[in-house]
């Protein structure tokens, strides 16, 4: 919250969590009626009003601007505009700035202004609420988003589908049916070698690490996992795991280029390190045996210095 304290509940901004490299503030305008908030399902009617001119309104926002349009959460393609509608009520509005970052850096380059307009909502449901197939073809439906927006270079918002899936997939674990089991088992790995390389393509190969690892739980031989997981542990400098997951993955696709490129880089890497280190021992040896050379110059002068006291006396 930047208001300080006393400030009025419609002038305070407060920051708005997304999944996107962006920060995104809003404050409320005019206050709605009512308890109840827009909920996972709920097809919320909106009003985006903005400059429609604005290069960051098509890039950012894929909804009309400045005309009513339905909106439905968790099923949405603007995760912005989701998180700033979590917590309103109907007849709100609110002001709301998006300060898009570099996705590489995270330095912030360019600011989006606008404000967002809940007219209503139909009441949603909660995972527990749902019964098995809704839940099943929501997590096709955010697997399928994902891969999307993966291919259109949104890492943020990929991870965010696949997130959304797992943990859907999790309340789904012990109602599986036993015909069912084979085809969950391999979506779940699919879903978490996915956001391992959206993890590796952020910079967070522990992250990636972990995601990699779950997949391979699911389904041992999965060579997208193996790779990913070899990836993340070479970013880590665990060079003989990671090479012993790419090698993996040519036993069982020995045609794989990645894999293949993946260990030329590994090994090359291995040899710098090992140059590095060749590098810093000869330069400590050096140093020690300067030092070394030091102290017998200084022992030797100590050694001189009584007989040129005697010299000086007797001359």
């Not at 304290?5 to 969590?17: I, R, S």
Request: proline share 4%; with cysteine.
């Amino acid at each position: 919250m930047e208001g300080g304290a006393g400030c009025d509940d419609l002038t305070a901004w407060e920051l708005v969590p997304v999944w996107q490299c962006s920060v995104v503030r809003r404050r409320f305008l005019e206050r709605g009626s009512g308890d109840e908030t827009p909920r996972g399902g709920s097809v919320c009617r909106i009003l985006i009003e903005s400059d429609a001119t604005d290069p960051l309104c098509s890039q950012l926002l894929p909804y009309p601007i400045n005309h009513w349009t339905p909106l439905t959460m968790g099923e949405g393609e603007c995760d912005i505009i989701e998180g700033v509608l979590e917590g309103m009520r109907a007849g709100e509005r609110c002001e709301v700035v998006i300060s898009r970052l570099e996705s590489s850096s995270c330095l912030q380059t360019q600011e989006l202004r606008l404000t967002l307009q809940l007219h209503s909502f139909t009441p949603g449901r909660d995972s527990w609420e749902m019964s098995f197939d809704e839940k099943w073809g929501s997590i096709a439906r955010h697997k399928q988003k994902g891969g999307v927006r993966f291919r259109e270079g949104d890492m943020w918002g990929a991870a965010h589908r696949y997130s959304l899936a797992t943990r859907l997939a999790v309340t789904l674990q012990r109602v599986v049916p036993a015909e069912w089991d084979p085809e969950f088992q391999r979506v779940c790995s699919e879903l978490h070698a996915n956001l391992a390389a959206c993890q590796l393509r952020l910079g967070q190969p522990h992250n990636a690490l972990l995601s990699a690892t779950r997949a391979l739980g699911l389904q041992p031989c999965c060579t997208k996992a193996l790779y990913r997981r070899g990836l993340a542990l070479s970013m880590l400098g665990e060079f003989k795991q990671a090479r012993a997951d790419l090698r993996r993955v040519l036993e069982l696709e020995p045609a794989s280029k990645p894999a293949l490129q993946a260990l030329r880089d590994l090994e090359r890497r291995e040899r710098e390190q090992r140059g590095q280190l060749a590098r810093a021992m000869r330069a400590s040896q050096g140093y020690e045996q300067a030092v070394q050379l030091g102290e017998e110059k200084r022992r030797e002068g100590e050694r001189e210095q009584p007989a040129r006291a005697m010299s000086k006396l007797f001359n």
